[in-house]
Nanobody, 121 residues
Framework: QVQFVESGGGLVQPGGSLRLSCAASGSLFSVVAMAWFRQAPGKQRELVAT???????NYVDSVKGRFTISRDNAKNTVYLQMDSLKPEDTAVYYC???????????????WGQGTQVTVSS
């Protein structure tokens, strides 16, 4: 069974930084595309950043130049470095994997449990 576990959330002042991690565990060989989503109270979940297996990245306009998504394929881990944080970045952040290659074949649509990020003075 494959699981994704996030860490690194917390409370930070405006202008500060946080680094989120999402590590896959279980019987898997590799993870294809990965992404970070976030959901603020009363709002729909939104896509923040994506990274392909080859390392190509995309970002929502509101975080461009402030957030950086990266991955370590050897560790099956994806990261989100968040700098110059703003109060509007406050949300629960979720990692997502489109496809995971396992000993039993490909499996799809995995989510982490979420980690809270709060930006406040």
């Amino acid at each position: 069974q494959v699981q994704f576990v996030e860490s690194g959330g917390g409370l930070v002042q405006p202008g500060g930084s946080l680094r989120l991690s999402c590590a896959a565990s279980g019987s898997l060989f590799s993870v294809v595309a990965m992404a970070w989503f976030r959901q603020a109270p009363g709002k729909q979940r939104e896509l923040v950043a994506t990274i392909s297996a080859g390392g190509s990245t995309n970002y929502v306009d509101s975080v461009k130049g402030r957030f950086t998504i990266s991955r370590d394929n050897a560790k099956n881990t994806v990261y989100l470095q968040m700098d110059s944080l703003k109060p509007e970045d406050t949300a629960v952040y979720y990692c997502h994997a489109d496809q995971v290659d396992t000993a039993y074949g490909p499996e799809y649509d995995y989510w982490g449990q979420g980690t809270q990020v709060t930006v406040s003075s």
